[in-house]
Nanobody, 124 residues
Framework: QVQLVESGGGLVQAGGSLRLSCAAS????????MGWYRQATGKQRELVTT???????NYADFVKGRFTISRDNAKNTVHLQMDSLSPEDTADYYC??????????????????WGQGTQVTVSS
C-alpha cells in the first residue's frame, strides 16, 4: 500500500503565505508524478500543480507566479509554497501521486493515490 500524508494547512490573511507538505510512504518503487489539487466548497476538484521525476512542473494559470512546487525524490516528498494568497484560494488541498509499487516477491503494480486533504483558509 502507498499512503500520502499532508501537513501545513491553516488560516492566513490575504497576502500571506503557507507551505504545504506531503510525504509518501509504503512499498514504493518509484513516483512518476506528484502534485496538488484543490476543492473549494461547492466546486469541483481542480488541478493546482504537478511535478514529475525530472523536475518538470505544470501550474494552473490561477497560481502561476504565486505558488511553487518542489519535490525531494529521495524522500518521496513534495511541497507547495503558496504566496500572495487570496480568499479565492480557500479550499481543501489534496496531495496526489502516481507511480509503481511492490517487490520482486509480491510483484509490481502501478498506483494512483490521494492524500486525506488539508484545509487552507484565506481571510480578507
Amino acid at each position: 500500500q502507498v499512503q500520502l500524508v499532508e501537513s501545513g494547512g491553516g488560516l492566513v490573511q490575504a497576502g500571506g503565505s503557507l507551505r504545504l507538505s506531503c510525504a509518501a510512504s509504503g512499498d514504493i518503487v518509484s513516483i512518476s508524478v506528484m502534485g496538488w489539487y484543490r476543492q473549494a466548497t461547492g466546486k469541483q476538484r481542480e488541478l493546482v500543480t504537478t511535478v514529475n521525476t525530472g523536475g518538470t512542473t505544470n501550474y494552473a494559470d490561477f497560481v502561476k507566479g504565486r505558488f511553487t512546487i518542489s519535490r525531494d525524490n529521495a524522500k518521496n516528498t513534495v511541497h507547495l509554497q503558496m504566496d500572495s494568497l487570496s480568499p479565492e484560494d480557500t479550499a481543501d488541498y489534496y496531495c496526489y501521486a502516481v507511480g509503481a509499487r511492490g517487490s520482486w516477491i509480491r510483484g509490481f503494480s502501478q498506483f494512483e493515490v490521494w492524500g486525506q486533504g488539508t484545509q487552507v483558509t484565506v481571510s480578507s
